[in-house]
């Protein structure tokens, strides 16, 4: 049995919930060496560039947490053409959306109404169009930006497991964003519906987002909140954050070509291209 699975098959038994909601509470510690220990030390651990932070002195943030979602420079993330990369990570998979299937990893699919929590009616405005995953490793900038200008109509809260999502566990976990605990942002933008899902893991404690603070842990029910005053966000504009790392599922009803420069499990940025909708495949939507 290689490494990599052993490390995804002892996490089924684990309390995910409860070890992640301890991280949390440590992560929230506001005693001046313990939070300075725990931020120094992973710095270290993970080689984090704090030249890019708006604040680069790790002793300024007040908790851990504060330091994990730390703002970046203005100019740190310019912005691309054409479709944006929501966060700093790596591009897992990407393409078609193929009769309700989305790619997890090699030999691993997921179903789009899963992944949705079951609305069937959401999921086929995406059949026939495109998705995303990316992976936002424990270095990376933690805060989610819009791919695309969009108005929220709906916001749906999932619960469900906290796997860790590094290609360990996407690798042997069939189903695993559609069995995590997640947050879908359900968007209009001038190239039809489109989808943000924000992924849970392991020891991540909480989700943001910028309209409704935290959103995570509700209940243990499927939770659907629409917005009859329009919430308009721009085209590279802040959605939200993780408190710890996790992974970010974009659906598109249209088509997207691409950069042919992109393969799964490629480094990207938040804001940098990832490649553009084609008029003749935007879907016409009224």
């Known amino acids: 049995m290689s490494l990599s699975k052993f490390f995804a098959l002892i996490q089924y038994p ?9 991280v949390g509470y440590l992560a929230e510690t506001r005693i001046a060496w313990l939070k300075n220990a725990l931020i120094r030390a992973f710095i270290k651990a993970f080689e984090v560039d704090m030249r890019e932070a708006a604040e680069p002195d790790p002793t300024a943030y007040a908790t851990f947490n504060d330091f994990f ?5 203005p100019d740190a993330r310019p912005l691309g053409e054409g479709l944006l990369c929501p966060a700093d990570g790596n591009l897992s998979q990407f393409g078609p959306v193929e ?37 936002l490793s424990p270095k990376d900038y933690h805060r989610v930006h819009m791919p695309l200008a969009g108005t929220l109509t ?16 996407t690798d042997h976990v069939p189903n695993l964003f559609a ?20 992924v849970g893991a392991m020891i991540v404690a909480a989700i943001e987002t910028v309209w409704a603070g935290q959103i995570t842990p509700l209940s243990g029910q499927v939770q659907r909140i629409r917005f009859d005053q329009p919430i308009r966000l721009e085209r590279g504009e802040e959605m939200g954050h993780f408190k710890l790392g996790s992974t970010v599922v974009m659906a598109f009803a249209g088509k997207v070509d ?9 480094k990207v940025s938040m804001g940098q291209s990832l490649g553009g909708f084609p008029q003749s495949n935007t879907p016409d939507f009224v």
């Open 99 to 135: 009769a309700d299937r989305l790619l997890q990893a090699k030999g691993h699919r997921f179903s789009m109404v899963d992944l949705l929590g079951g609305d069937a009616e959401a999921a086929r405005r995406y059949s026939g169009g495109s998705y995303a995953n990316v992976y």
């Open 154 to 169: 709906e916001m749906v809260y999932v619960p469900g497991r906290l796997f860790s999502v590094n290609s360990a566990t």
């Open 14 to 22: 684990l309390p995910h919930h409860l070890l992640s909601r301890l």
């Open 179 to 198: 069995r995590n605990e997640r947050l879908v942002c359900h968007f209009d933008t001038e190239y039809g519906p489109m989808a943000v899902v924000l």
């Open 69 to 73: 979602t730390r703002e970046l420079k």
């Open 258 to 266: 691409y950069d042919s420069h992109l393969a799964p499990k490629t």
